[in-house]
Structure formats: C-alpha cells, structure tokens
C-alpha cells in the first residue's frame, strides 16, 4: 500500500508538471519556456522536475507513453478469433478515446504543428510505442518476433492510422473519433484494393461492398491466429 501510495503521488506530481508545460508551451511557446519557467509554474523546484524529466522534449512526449499503454492492452485484449485488420481497429479505437478524451490534446496538437523542435519532440517517444506495440502483435501469433516483418507493418499501420484520424477530428472534419478512424481505414483499403465506386463511410461496409476485402480478409484469419 506505501509502495502505491507513493506511486501515486510521483504520477500526480508528473501530471502537474505535464500540465503546466502544457499551458506554458501554448502561452509563451517550446522554445520560449525553459525548464525554470516550468518548475517555477508547477510549484517544484529545478531538481524536482528532472527527478520526473531529463528534458523539455521528454516531457513533450510524456502523453505518448500513456497511449502506448492503451494501444498495447487494445491489441492483447481483441478476441482471438480477431483478423489482423481488426485488431489494428481495435486499437486505434481504444487510442482515440483515450486521445480525444485528454483535456491537453488540442494543445498539444496546436502547440507541435506550429512548432517543428516541438512536434520532434513529441515524437520522440514514438520508437517506444512502434516496439512496444510490434511486440504485442508478435505475442498473438506465437510464432513471430517482435523485430519481424508483419508484427512491426502492423504496429505503424497502428500508429499511422492513429494519427491521421486524431488530426482528422482534431481539424473538424469529424466529431466522433470513430467515423474520423473509419474514414482512415476506408481510403486505405481502398487504396489497396484498387477504386470502388460510390463513398464508403465505415470498415465494414467497404468489406460488404468490396469482396475482394471480405475474401482477403478470411484468408487471413484462415492463415493466422491475430
């Protein structure tokens, strides 16, 4: 219990560090603000925020790692019986509600688009998430490596989707992050499988109207356990 107890209390001083960098960065801008401006803003002092941060890019990219955490239990949680494709909706989903839902997405998204050292930043810990995430893939199959061509393919399918769809709401284009995600597979595969006729709304209704999907698709849950 003290173990936890003071587990808690490093991530709530982490957030609040976090949060008012965040608020900092939008304000003033990444390289207006020194570690000084965060730590003086936060309540803490120099020392304390790199006993939680070894830089202003670290700390960036501090959200990053929480998504990891959620796209790697999405991928573990989807059913057995799960195709790859779906697996990989599956996460993305569980990663945009968890994007979407933070309070300093906008902010962060304003502040690393109008900043090329910020939004390097926070990408920084994208490497992390890729292993990670190709890993968890790997885990699935039993028979894979994370370092393998297919689980690393599916785990910055992941991520790439991810993004592209959190920028599609992020811009309005969408208001459920689900119908943003949707969209993105959508041109995807249809990109991969060649033009379909009319405008496709939702994974599943590219499948229905396309059956060289569908049959793909089963060949690939025929030929793999993900």
Request: cysteine-free; hydrophobic content about 40%.
């Amino acid at each position: 219990m003290t173990k936890s107890l003071k587990s808690r209390k490093q991530e709530f001083a982490r957030d609040a560090i976090y949060d008012a960098a965040i608020e900092l960065f939008a304000r003033r801008g990444f390289h207006e603000t020194s570690v000084e401006d965060v730590a003086l803003a936060a309540g803490v002092s120099r020392r304390s925020f790199f006993r939680y941060f070894t830089t202003k890019d670290h700390l960036l990219g501090h959200n990053m790692v929480r998504l990891g955490d959620v796209l790697v239990a999405a991928v573990a949680a989807s059913p057995a019986e799960s195709s790859a494709i779906q697996v990989v909706h599956d996460a993305v989903l569980a990663g945009l509600k968890f994007g979407t839902s933070h309070p300093r997405t906008r902010q962060v998204i304003e502040i690393t688009s109008q900043n090329p050292s910020a939004r390097q930043a926070h990408r920084s810990r994208r490497v992390d998430i890729e292993d990670r995430l190709s890993e968890a893939f790997a885990i699935r199959t039993r028979n894979e490596k994370k370092d393998d061509l297919r689980p690393k393919m599916l785990s910055l399918l992941t991520i790439t989707v991810s993004d592209l769809a959190v920028t599609s709401w992020f811009k309005g284009e969408f208001e459920d992050y689900a119908k943003a995600a949707d969209n993105v597979f959508a041109l995807l595969l249809a990109i991969v499988n060649g033009p379909i006729d009319g405008q496709i709304s939702s994974l599943t209704e590219l499948a229905r109207t396309n059956p060289s999907v569908e049959k793909s698709e089963r060949g690939r849950e025929r030929s793999s356990d993900v």
